[in-house]
């Protein structure tokens, strides 16, 4: 999976409880990106950082904020977790020093919210 | 919104067969790339077509790119069991732009 992890890998939680799903990478990516998959919707953008503090909202980031405090590791959090946010969350690294936009991906988290 | 749209949403072909995948897509790009997403796992790049290009091959890949219909497509030319997964467009919408739109994905199951 091209150095990125993510942790959990699985986790269920209860609605209105905060969640924090972690993605790690060892390739240097300077821009790393949240996107989430659901049936019928494909991959759909949250968030997604230019570099460490450095970020920016998605096509569906409501609910759902991001940090960035070094260049390895960009967390999202769901402030207060739906069922709508039952989802796979992916966590992408684009190719470091390239002009196209050729993104890594992890190996995902399934969230379930009951 | 959604840029790129895949057809067929499902395809299911015998091994051997040539699998074909269809992308329109809605705006200018830069580039549009194809993925790979097995189950269970996360999208791993294929190939990307520039603009200005209007066929590439890599492998048992051949993708095309018409610009003028704002499609490509995706040929597998002699599918194996192994290529049974979801394929994936990606679209770079503008020059500089950080961000990819991502289609919703064609299942291709390859019977053995």
């Known amino acids: 999976d091209a150095g990125i992890t993510q942790s959990p890998r699985h986790k269920v939680t209860e609605t209105g409880t905060p969640v924090t799903l972690r993605c790690h990478q060892t390739e240097n990516h300077r821009y790393m990106y949240w996107y989430r998959q659901d049936p019928g919707h494909g991959l759909r953008l949250i968030h997604y950082?230019?570099?460490?503090?450095?970020?920016d909202k998605g096509e569906v980031s409501d609910g759902y904020s991001v940090s960035r405090s070094k260049t390895e590791d960009f967390l999202l959090t769901l402030e207060s977790a739906t069922s709508s946010q039952t989802s796979v969350y992916f966590c992408?690294?684009?190719?470091?020093?390239?002009?196209?936009?050729?993104?890594?991906f992890g190996p995902g988290t399934r969230l379930t919210v009951l | 919104s959604q840029q790129g749209e895949e057809d067929p949403q499902a395809l299911s072909i015998q091994e051997g067969e040539n699998a074909t995948m269809n992308c329109s897509y809605k705006?200018?790009?830069?580039?549009l790339q194809w993925y790979r997403q097995n189950s269970g796992r996360g999208l791993v790049h294929l190939i990307l077509?520039?603009?200005?290009?209007r066929e590439k091959h890599s492998g048992r890949l051949r993708v095309t790119l018409d610009t003028s219909k704002k499609s490509s497509s995706l040929l597998i030319t002699a599918s194996r069991a192994a290529d049974t997964a979801s394929y994936f467009c990606?679209?770079?919408?503008?020059?500089?732009?950080?961000?990819?739109?991502f289609g919703k994905g064609t299942k291709l199951t390859v019977n053995p």
């Open positions: 990606a679209t770079d919408p503008q020059r500089g732009s950080e961000k990819l739109v």
């Open positions: 992408a690294g684009r190719r470091p020093g390239s002009p196209i936009n050729e993104q890594f």
């Open positions: 705006t200018s790009i830069n580039n």
């Open positions: 077509i520039r603009s200005n290009e």
């Open positions: 950082s230019y570099g460490v503090k450095d970020t």
